[in-house]
């Protein structure tokens, strides 16, 4: 199918783009990478009557290291994010989760920014951005405002972007050395999204006792949904294998899974056990 007709801008600076918002009141859809965008709009399930091209707006795309934390921009694909030295060096939870993202054709145009705006409940992004408790950067008409994830991703394809602001930056603290991270996923097929998806992100001091833990799930609920209580198991303990089995078991107790064509509400929580027991031996491996 083809979409319905709408009005086309490609500008070149952020401040054209929030102008050209300003003007559509309401009635435009920025257009990123286009993965998601553009067979919604094929499927006529989005009929945006203003498309905003945010192809040109260079000013977006870069990675930048800072005092604790990586600045990427919205527009960095997400393969350039995976290739690159500064990711894999500072951020390697974000690194190992998007090779993850459908295939490299898709990586090749799909933005940072694109995949944490869409928040699709099943994608991987945001689930590393609530592991690491990122800073998501928005700019709008009164100026910038940064939102942590739990305020960002609110519900399913839901995020508190109001729709005359653009997510310009994520912020994603660098790791130390004493941190381990892993991310793992069940799909039916390599590239597809994940059923459950486990973002895991410790800090582990010289006698492994884990300082802090995040566990963040994906494919369990309108959006990356955070283990508190597996979290609160790890905390303060030993890490070993037995502890992360049981911070799975917990973990499972803790969600509220839904049942849909793909898997089961129950099928769901034994695989969030299974994954973060899975995480928990690659964060306890060399490689980690
Ligand atoms: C076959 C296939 C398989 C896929 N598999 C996966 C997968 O396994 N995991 C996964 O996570 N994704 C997957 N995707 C989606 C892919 O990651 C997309 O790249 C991503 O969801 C959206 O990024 P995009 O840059 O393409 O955004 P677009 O499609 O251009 O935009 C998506 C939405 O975000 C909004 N938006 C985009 N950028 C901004 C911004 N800077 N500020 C505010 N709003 C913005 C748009 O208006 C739109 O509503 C898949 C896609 C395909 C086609």
Known sequence: MKPAPFEYH????????LARLRQAGGEAKLLAGGQSLVPAMNLRLARPQVLIDLGRVSELDYIREANGHLAVGALVHQRAAERSDAVRRDVPLL???????????????GTIGGSLAHADPAAELPAVATA??????????GGQRVAKPSEF????????????EVLVEVRLPRATSSMRSAFVEISRRHGDFAIVGVALSVDLDSGRRCRAARVAIVGVGPGPVRAVQAERCLEGQVASEALFREAGQIAAKEIDPPSDIHATSHYRRRLTAVLLEDAGRQVLGPSA
């Open 95 to 109: 690194a190992r989760a998007l090779p993850f993202i459908g295939h490299p054709a898709i990586r090749n145009r």
């Open 132 to 141: 690491l408790d990122a800073d998501l950067v928005i700019a709008g008409p």
């Open 153 to 164: 991703f609110v519900s399913y394809f839901t995020t508190s972007l109001q729709p005359d």
């Open 10 to 17: 490609a500008p070149r600076t952020l401040d054209e783009v």
